[in-house]
């Protein structure tokens, strides 16, 4: 089946830094979606992305869907103690009624 | 706006005992309705899908059941747990693909 891979697998950076993760297929997406998980919390939606090329922010956060379709990015600016977390890309599994496929997820630390 | 609930939030359990966690989905209809789990680390396995009333679709065969006895009611049980079950337990709504995650159910099975 599809598969989203996630990388890199966790970051640890100084507050203040900016921060890029990605999340890669073999397979075409044509919806991609970026969620937040703080510890012991639900995962919350920040950016959903439906067409290829298109680049969409959400404060200092900032997602793009790949060119290709097998590809998307999330950039955080200026990162924050409360940006710690992990975050998880998802995209549709059409084989599959649409059901959404996860990455394993980038888990990012920030340190004050 | 749409809200979902989870209850309980935290849960101790004994290896045997029997499990129901509940959903509840307002201000939508006839949503689609997910659990997944969430083990230790963090991958999201997903457990049921509902499309519907009474109609459930299961991923992964296990000791574990779901139910929608009502169009916002969505519920995870089991007869005898064991201690692979231990874990966090999510439910979502989705609206198109865009799923929302409920607050999770932390359990623990000793």
């Known amino acids: 089946g599809q598969q989203l891979n996630q990388s890199p697998q966790s970051m640890f950076i100084q507050e203040g830094e900016d921060v890029s993760m990605n999340c890669t297929s073999s397979s075409i997406f044509n919806t991609w979606l970026w969620y937040k998980q703080d510890p012991g919390e639900g995962p919350v939606l920040l950016i959903a992305?439906?067409?290829?090329?298109e680049l969409t922010s959400n404060g200092r956060l900032t997602a793009q869907f790949g060119i290709t379709r097998k590809d998307s990015f999330l950039n955080i600016s200026a990162s924050i103690p409360s940006d710690v977390g992990i975050y998880f890309c998802a995209g549709p599994d059409y084989n599959q009624g649409g059901k959404l496929i996860f990455g394993q997820g980038t888990e990012l630390s920030v340190k004050p | 706006s749409q809200t979902i609930h989870q209850w309980p939030a935290t849960l101790v359990q004994p290896v045997g005992s029997p499990l129901s966690l509940e959903c509840t989905v307002e201000?939508?209809?006839?949503?689609?309705l997910y659990w997944y789990r969430q083990a230790a680390g963090r991958g999201l396995q997903l457990l049921f899908y509902s499309v519907g009333i009474g109609q459930i679709s299961s991923e992964v065969p296990q000791n574990l059941s779901a139910s929608r006895p009502q169009d916002r009611q969505f519920i995870l049980s089991s007869k005898k747990l064991l201690l692979s079950d231990s874990g966090f337990y999510l439910c979502?709504?989705?609206?198109?693909?865009?799923?929302?995650f409920g607050p999770g159910t932390r359990l623990t099975v000793t």
């Open positions: 992305l439906y067409k290829a090329g």
């Open positions: 979502a709504w989705a609206q198109g693909y865009e799923q929302y």
């Open positions: 201000g939508t209809s006839n949503p689609n």
